[in-house]
Nanobody, 125 residues
Framework: QVQLVESGGGLVQAGGSLRLSCTLS????????MGWFRQAPGKEREFVGH????????AYADSVKGRFAISRDTAKNTLYLQMNSLKPEDTAVYYC??????????????????WGQGTQVTVSS
């Protein structure tokens, strides 16, 4: 059974940086398309970014483009989300998600089969 565990969240001042990690167990990271999503209090879950199973396609939400970067270390079975120039509106619980193989509608959360428990990111002004 695939399991995802996020880490790296915390409290940071506006303009600062954080790097989130998501470790996949029970499978091979390079077989899974991976997504990052976030949910702020009182708001719907929001797509943040995606990396395809091959690593050849990376996509971001417009709200984070140019500030966030997705990468992965297949040897460690770990996905990363580097977040720079953080803003108070980036405050949310961040989740990683996985689905095996290729799929095109990666910005929809219900396309993913596995989810982590989430990690809180709080950006103070």
């Amino acid at each position: 059974q695939v399991q995802l565990v996020e880490s790296g969240g915390g409290l940071v001042q506006a303009g600062g940086s954080l790097r989130l990690s998501c470790t996949l167990s029970g499978g091979t990271l390079s077989s899974y398309g991976m997504g990052w999503f976030r949910q702020a209090p009182g708001k719907e879950r929001e797509f943040v970014g995606h990396i395809s199973f091959s690593g050849g396609r990376i996509a971001y939400a417009d709200s984070v483009k140019g500030r966030f970067a997705i990468s992965r270390d297949t040897a460690k079975n770990t996905l990363y989300l580097q977040m720079n120039s953080l803003k108070p509106e980036d405050t949310a619980v961040y989740y990683c998600a996985a689905r095996k193989g290729y799929f095109s509608d990666y910005n929809f959360g219900d396309r993913y089969d596995y989810w982590g428990q989430g990690t809180q990111v709080t950006v103070s002004s």
